[in-house]
């Protein structure tokens, strides 16, 4: 099963524009991978295209997954009206996911995210900790005032903060906490805008062997069918070969496609 009525069993606002949404169904047990997104149809007959949203937290018992998200247009703004109790259709889990493989008890892994990347991380860092490893989180936000899940993530690890604007931890982008850094560790995941993904992909590609970088793109089908979300690879010189986000990604190797 790929597609399910979903009931909404919580919703909540975490900051400005920002909401926290947690969905139940059966689709819940076929997510098991950090970094998949599930595809949502805004219930609303004018908005035709569904809207990618990453998986933040799978909770197999309870049967629900969590998700972030900020209200960036319509279809977002649909969501954040909607109440426990209402019913979403959800496609998904969709896209590859970060593969996990390769890390192992003892490693230090850098989770980098800025922004409404950071959603994802949250389980990523979960998984990364289950298999014995320490994760180091630094995160971006614009400010203070857009910041949202800071204990959440304490509490998995050390976890250092940057705003734009000063107004909260290093003034500065993510680039800042990272140079500021001086262990080579093990592995470095990211996920939030290209600039901040180059920032990771120029710091970290030759040094550490592992770096994977989760990029967004505007979907349509979201399963691989319309190639609305190419990206082109770096090695290709004619500049014709691409790879669709949805199904080939979100996840790739650093180095591997045009940022
Ligand atoms: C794999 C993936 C995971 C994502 N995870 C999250 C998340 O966890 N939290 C979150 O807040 N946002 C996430 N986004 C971005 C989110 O999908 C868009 O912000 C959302 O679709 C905007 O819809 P809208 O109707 O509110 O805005 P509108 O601007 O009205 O959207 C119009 C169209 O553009 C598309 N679109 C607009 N902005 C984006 C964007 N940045 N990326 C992709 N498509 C876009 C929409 O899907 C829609 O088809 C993710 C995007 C991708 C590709
Ligand atoms: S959104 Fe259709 S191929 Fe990726």
Known sequence: MKQEMMEITSQRQLAPRIYEMTVKGALVEQMSVSGQFIHIRVPR???????????????????????????????????SEMKAGDKLDVMGPLGNGF??????????????????????LYELSKQVIALGARPVHFLGYASKEVMYYEEEF?????????TDDG?????????????????????????????????????????VNNVQ???????????????????????????????????????FPAGKVVL
């Open 99 to 120: 593969q996990l493989s390769d890390i192992h008890e003892g490693d230090t892994v850098y989770i980098v995210g800025g922004g409404i990347g950071i959603p994802p």
């Open 45 to 79: 007959n004018d908005l035709l295209l569904r809207r990618p949203i990453s998986i933040n937290n799978i909770d197999h018992e309870a049967g629900t997954c969590r998700t972030i998200y900020r209200i960036e247009g319509d279809g977002t703004r649909v969501f």
């Open 154 to 162: 304490r509490a998995l690890g050390e976890t250092r903060i940057a």
């Open 213 to 251: 970088l989760s990029l967004e793109a505007r979907m349509a089908c979201g399963m691989g069918a319309c190639y609305a979300c190419v990206c082109h690879l770096q090695d290709d010189e004619t500049g014709q070969k691409s790879l669709k986000i949805c199904d080939e990604g979100p996840i």
């Open 167 to 207: 107004t909260y931890g290093v003034h500065g982008n993510v680039g800042n906490l990272l140079l500021a850094a001086s262990e080579i560790p093990q592995a470095v995941f990211s996920c939030g805008a290209n600039g901040m993904l180059r920032a990771v992909e120029q710091l970290y590609l030759g040094k």
